[in-house]
């Protein structure tokens, strides 16, 4: 290794805003906070033009156009994402973060190019249904350079791109965030940003479960997202909610890609080993109800000797089949066709076996878990703001982009309110988290990252997964706290590796903050999400969120009443 | 093997390398190519494939995820 920890180079940016994470949301964080006049650092961990669940496109866009339709307004929507979320996001958020917001974000994305009326004959949308949506709220349209875009209107209004910084810590002076440090993934050089206001946007957290493939990084989302924004925001003291609500997906066997929105969206059909529609019997909706209506039937079908599962698109109008083999699956998952063509599935003749997905916390639409926020974005910490997937909001792409706009601007309050405060660190603290994040380079012998987080998905998959009991709950606390004792001997010989460090280190938090979670939830929700078996069904005293943050060393936990539309 | 760069092809401009979220392609001083470092922690995403110029990137499922 041509780096020399001796003499690592150092780099100290002030600055109004930082942004963590250069997803969907950070980046129109970013964005917004700089129409304000302020000046603004958006940091990634990769190259930011591409970074995020969205790198490489995304096929759909959920909008409420109020195009005349009663399903088609703002009422509408707050029905049913109440109904969706079941009173566990607070129903001041959809309307502040993004209602008010959305007609003129798609209108801004038409501005800039994006194609959003694929009907070409009309010059229209194409809208489709799914998840158990009153009407068809999401616009099918050609993502495919929308990030690009969006991060170039960033570099162009003058946003400072810091590209391949891993942020491992956030800084805070009396109380209140002041910035975060970080490193160089390709050089080592040491980065410590100084901020007025800081906001975490680093989407949601994969990686902690197993999959049937065995690949890890063969993920449902981004398997680059670790819950970075979760755990620094939970060591800093921010209050996080209903992390114990994991969310599953049905995929393409062995290629944890999305498709099933585009799927069911446009009338394809889930059938068992048997032929038939089996979902009828777990919801009224079938096909068309929420989205963890579909694993639970999966699962109940596979274990009940139904299996396997699939796909089946054989009896859309031809139409409808070249709008999703051209439009919809290799948008939204740029190598979705490929997939098809090597494993030599034809899906205008042929079923596409389905899989359960790995778990994960949120990344879409009606999740309930993550870093609780006020409508204006803020955490419970002074100075700290979340937005995108990390944070309890509106989830799915256009809500990150909303959301993601939504942070930027009330951040950038936050520091109008009084400009005079100056961010500032004690020099003590900065020389201890310069030391932590270099450590695990100096270590010889002990263990490698993968072995770690191997355990770490073992546990989670056997004691934290589908079916859970509050003995396997004690069991998973118990194995992770094990690998906690077991962190300080994990050792990086290169700079890629000591970022797989940092973010196992981030993992390992989040998943004993999902088992923590579990084992206080004393009832079932959610399909698969949080299945206890000694409490299989929804409870009256569980009606409510829970949220857990940490006061010094200790994890406080607290109940909280649901909202009500 | 996850992803297949075609060097007869590559120009060197190292889109790839830039575009790819998870650090696992670098390009390499020497060769002035890209060289596909970390093949196990490929999320078969695209964004490696979706800008180069000259159209030389394939993306190759392994068995196990077929």
Known sequence: MSFNLANIPEHHITTDVLVIGGGSAGTMAALAARRQGLEVALVDKAGIDRSGCGCAGNDHFLAILESGPEWDTKEAFLKWYHRLTQGLVDMAIPEKVFLSRIKRMVAYLEELGIPMRLDATHNDYIRTGSFGQPGDYFINFDGRKLKPTVSAEAARAGVKFFRRINITDLLADGGRVTGAVGFDIRKGDFYTFLARATIVATGNVTRLYNNQASMPYNSWHSPYNNGGAQAMAFRAGAELKNMEFVNYTLTPVNFSASALNAIVGMGGYIVNGLGERFLFKYHEKGEKGPRWVMPWGVYWEIKEGRGPCYFDLRHLPEEAINHLLHHLLPVDKNTFLDYCEQKGVDLRKDLLEVQISEGQLPAFLGSVSGIYVTPECATTVSGLFATGACSVTVGSLSGSMCVGETAGEEAAKFIYRDKTVKPEVPKEELTARREAIYSPLKRQGGFKHCELENKLRQVMTLYVGIGRTRRGMLTALEELAKLEKLFPDVRADNLHELMRVHELRDMLLVAQLIARGALEREESRFGLSHYRGDFPTSREEWHCSLHQCLQGEQVVLKRVAPSNL | ?66
């Open chain 2, 1 to 66: 093997m996850a992803i297949l760069i075609d060097e007869t092809k590559c120009n060197g401009c190292g889109l790839c390398d830039h575009n790819c979220p998870g650090d696992i392609i670098h390009m390499d001083a020497v060769s002035g190519k890209p060289l596909v470092v970390y093949p196990d922690e490929c999320w078969y995403c695209g964004a490696c494939r979706i800008d180069c110029p000259e159209n030389c990137i394939k993306i190759i499922f392994p068995l196990i995820s077929l």
